[in-house]
């Protein structure tokens, strides 16, 4: 974040939530809603730019240059390839925001900080 965004945020904190603009867990709930707003934001945007991406394909006429429905349009694999590639991306997205507490889950930093611990002691009186 930037420092002039930073500063908006600090400053529009103090005066509309008061004493929660300084708590870790309100501003880290915060960035959460945030990541899922912007997740949403783009699947909206995925499915709109999509259907007009199939609309048009259906709709065309080559020599004509008129609204007809053809189906044919449907079988070119044109019409496919945006949504199948932004697909992967939208995927990745919704890993990024969704995905982490899913794979690592909550207690995963704390298991291995644990893990590597003992490692550590262990290793150090393999030699004592």
Known sequence: MGRFRREMYEDYARHHFGEYSDDPNYNAAYRRVKRLKRFYSHL??????????????????????????DLSGLTELHTYSTAF??????LAHALSVFGAD????????????QKYMEKDVANKNKWE
């Open 85 to 90: 590639f932004w697909g992967i991306g939208l």
């Open 44 to 69: 909206k945007i995925f499915i709109i730019v999509n259907i007009i991406i199939i609309v048009s394909s259906l709709t065309r006429d080559k020599s004509a240059g008129l609204l007809v429905m």
């Open 102 to 113: 899913w794979i690592f889950g909550p207690d995963w930093e704390k298991r291995k900080i």
